[in-house]
C-alpha cells in the first residue's frame, strides 16, 4: 500500500515548534521587564513616603521651636534655608546653617517668611499690608536624589506665638 507522507497531519512542524519558543521567550522578556520597573517603582515610592515623612517632621520641629520659646523663631533671618536637626545633648530640635544628611540621602531644610496682613480684614496679604511679628510662613523641603535626579518634596504652613513667650 502506498501512503502520501503528510507533514501536517503528525505531530508538530519544526516552524510550529520556533514559533511557539518565539512566543514563549518574548512572553517571559516582557514579563521580567515588567517585574524590573515595579521594582524601581516600589524603591522609588519608599523614598518618597520616607521625603513626606520628614517633611511631617520638620512641620513638627517648627511647632516644638515654638513652644519652647517665640525667639527660637524670631531670631533667624528670614529667606534663608536653615538645616533642623535634633539635639541629643539637649533634647530639643535646632537649627543650623549645616547639617548632615538623613540617611546619608535626605536634606531638610526649612526657610522663614515674613507676614503681611491688611490692616482692616487682618487677611494675610501677598503685598502690601502691615508686617504681622507673631505670625511666620515657613516651608519645609525635603530633597533627595534618585535614578530620575533630584526630587524635592515641600510643606509650607504657618506658626503663630500663641504663648506670647
Known sequence: MNKKYNIFSNGFSLVE?????????????????????ISKLGFNSVSRIQSGMLAEEG???????????????????????????WDQGDGLWKTASYANLIDNKFDRT?????????????????????????????TVSVTWHDDNGTSTKSVTSYVHNIFNK
Open 17 to 37: 515548534v520556533l514559533i511557539g519558543s518565539s512566543i514563549i521567550c518574548l512572553s517571559l522578556i516582557f514579563i521580567i521587564n515588567l517585574e524590573t520597573g
Open 59 to 85: 512641620v513638627a520641629a517648627i511647632i516644638n521651636l515654638r513652644n519652647v520659646s517665640w525667639q527660637n523663631i524670631v531670631l533667624l533671618d528670614n529667606n534663608v534655608a536653615y538645616k533642623l536637626f
Open 110 to 138: 526649612v526657610t522663614f517668611y515674613p507676614v503681611y496682613r491688611n490692616a482692616t480684614t487682618f487677611e494675610v496679604v501677598s503685598s502690601g499690608g502691615v508686617l504681622d511679628l507673631g505670625t511666620k510662613k515657613f
